[in-house]
């Protein structure tokens, strides 16, 4: 069965500082993957999805991840955090019918 | 940018009356919609999946005569809690996809929040 784990609930970091938000997955085949931002009040966005071919994906607001296979891990990087970045991020596995994992949510220090 | 929006953000409501939740695709036609739930600081679960026209599929343990589903258009599916409880007080979000193949992009709506006293 597929299934998401963020190992992270709660990441706090100071503005300017770069971020990684942990990702593993178990998936029985090549899994596609996608990191979601949720800010309070507002639905879910899309920050970037990985199907196949380069292991590196560039999202969008500056985020990266970078797929790994021996590790079955797919985690979040942005180089420099903005205040505008503290959210609740969601890792998800998965095709049409997407599993989620728990979130993590990101508290940003001026 | 597809738009999904919700209707209600938010009610509350007595014990054991039925609520119903809008989801709609506003600029774009969504062949199928998913439900979730969100507890809080949790994740999102899976309750749903409605294909237009046709009887919604849910996810293990989740109650078909509860939470009931209908997608009648290509734009608007809704969610019936009915004769709510308490436990079913939580954060419901809808997406909508369109397309009939292959991949299609989930666009998720702002939520619902639901609480039952």
């Known amino acids: 069965a597929q299934s998401v784990t963020q190992p992270d609930i709660h990441i706090t970091v100071s503005e300017g500082a770069s971020l990684e938000l942990r990702c593993n997955y178990s998936?029985?085949?090549?899994?596609?993957l996608f990191w979601y931002v949720q800010s309070p009040g507002q639905g879910l966005q899309l920050l970037l999805k990985?199907?196949?071919?380069?292991?590196l994906v560039q999202g969008i607001k500056g985020f990266e991840a970078e797929f790994k296979r021996s590790q079955s891990s797919f985690n979040l990087r942005k180089p420099s955090v903005h205040w505008s970045d503290a959210a609740e991020y969601f890792c998800a596995v998965g095709y049409n019918d997407m599993r989620f994992g728990a979130g993590t949510r990101l508290t940003v220090k001026p | 940018g597809a738009v999904v929006s919700q209707h209600p953000s938010w009610v509350i409501c007595k014990s054991g009356t039925s609520v119903k939740i809008e989801c709609r695709s506003l600029?774009?036609?969504?062949?199928?919609m998913f439900w979730y739930r969100q507890f809080p600081k949790q994740s999102l679960m899976l309750m749903a999946t409605?294909?237009?026209?046709?009887?919604?599929?849910?996810e293990q343990g989740v109650e078909k005569d509860k939470f009931l589903i209908n997608h009648a258009s290509l734009t608007l599916s809704t969610l019936t809690v009915t004769s709510a409880h308490p436990e079913d007080s939580s954060f419901y979000i809808c997406?909508?996809?369109?397309?009939?193949?292959?991949?299609?992009?989930?666009?998720f709506g702002p939520g619902t929040r639901l609480t039952v006293l």
């Open positions: 600029d774009f036609q969504a062949t199928t």
């Open positions: 409605s294909n237009e026209g046709s009887k919604a599929t849910y």
């Open positions: 990985y199907f196949s071919g380069d292991t």
């Open positions: 997406s909508a996809e369109t397309g009939t193949s292959g991949y299609n992009e989930q666009f």
């Open positions: 998936y029985g085949a090549t899994p596609y």
